[in-house]
């Protein structure tokens, strides 16, 4: 019961990372360009939330390691 329970957690946290990490940000960010929902329609906002997040992660983590000296 304890391995059926670990298993289903660490799903859901492989989920939300990927959602916090590579989907929510962008889909932060899209608003921000596109503040009315008419502006693009929504598999085109998706498609552009996860390419914006993979480019912020990017720059986020370069200026931490070139400016901040932090080592990832």
Known sequence: MADIITTV???FRILFGFLL???I???AIS????PRVRDISLI?????????S???TLCVILFLDLFLGVDP
């Open 21 to 23: 990490l590579l989907f």
């Open 44 to 52: 085109e906002r998706m498609v552009l939330s996860c390419v914006i």
């Open 54 to 56: 993979i480019g912020s």
């Open 25 to 27: 940000p962008g889909f």
């Open 31 to 34: 608003f921000i360009f596109f």
């Open 9 to 11: 957690l660490g799903f």
